[in-house]
């Protein structure tokens, strides 16, 4: 079985990614952490594209992609997490490794996609790699002030709540639409290209405010998608 091709390279580039993300978020470096979640999901994506291109399919394949998201998209995000909560005084020292749910949360949800036939064309629960583009914006708005988020983002309570949160979507029920095309007209694909379009308006008018709002309207467009198909008998 080969073990080296363009695909499982693509997809240690992700991995490494997120290991020297962590080193810079232990560091204190949160934009470049933030910013290597973004790295490392470039590199997730073309590992998937080129494997389809190429064909290159493997168990190999599978388990690293699944390992390599673990790092970048499951323990970076929950650093990021500790890292903005061990920065709030006055909090009990034990408060920060709470952040650590999310990696827990993080490796139950991958381990319930690899063995989940019903994930071959949409997801069930909120991917990884959204959690922690969410994520990832948290450095951005603070180090830009965005909102006055200096005086509501660094609030621990709002933190935690935002790890039970995200950490209970990544393994709910709830089936999420994937940006994925079987065609590329616009019948079939309504709600891919209107949700791209408004995150397109949104990124334009808001910049990397717009990167929470994006995710959310992706769980709520998949939610409410999800309650309106009809039940099948």
């Given at each position: 079985?080969?073990i ?5 390279t693509?997809t ?25 979640i973004w ?11 080129s ?6 399919f493997?168990?190999?394949g599978?388990?690293?992609d ?7 998209f499951?323990?970076?995000p929950?650093?990021?997490y500790?890292?903005?909560l061990?920065?709030?005084e ?5 408060l920060?490794?709470?952040?650590f ?6 490796a139950?949800?991958?381990?319930k ?14 991917p ?23 005086n ?40 891919i290209?209107s ?10 008018a808001?910049k990397?405010?717009?990167?929470p ?19 099948q008998?």
């Amino acid at each position: 079985m080969k073990i080296f091709n363009i695909p499982n390279t693509l997809t240690c580039g992700n991995l490494t990614s997120g290991c020297v993300g962590i080193v810079m978020a232990f560091h204190g470096n949160l934009l470049w952490a933030a910013a290597l979640i973004w790295i490392g999901a470039i590199f997730d994506f073309f590992d998937g594209f080129s494997a389809r291109l190429l064909k290159q399919f493997s168990p190999i394949g599978g388990d690293l992609d699944s390992l390599a998201d673990m790092v970048t998209f499951g323990v970076l995000p929950s650093v990021i997490y500790f890292q903005l909560l061990s920065n709030i005084e006055h909090l009990p020292s034990y408060l920060p490794y709470l952040a650590f749910i999310m990696a827990a949360f993080s490796a139950l949800r991958l381990a319930k996609f690899n063995v989940d036939d019903r994930q071959t064309t949409s997801f069930v629960g909120l991917p990884t790699p959204a959690n922690a583009i969410f994520v990832s914006a948290l450095p951005f708005i603070l180090s830009d002030n965005i909102l006055n988020a200096q005086n509501w983002l660094l609030n621990p309570y709002l933190l935690l709540i935002l790890v039970v949160i995200f950490s209970f979507l990544l393994i709910a029920e709830i089936p999420m639409f994937a940006l994925k095309f079987k065609t590329y007209g616009w019948k079939g694909n309504e709600i891919i290209y209107s949700f791209l379009l408004i995150s397109a308006i949104a990124i334009v008018a808001l910049k990397v405010a717009s990167i929470p709002f994006i995710i959310l309207l992706y769980i709520l467009i998949s939610v409410i998608r999800a309650v309106g198909k009809p039940k099948q008998a």
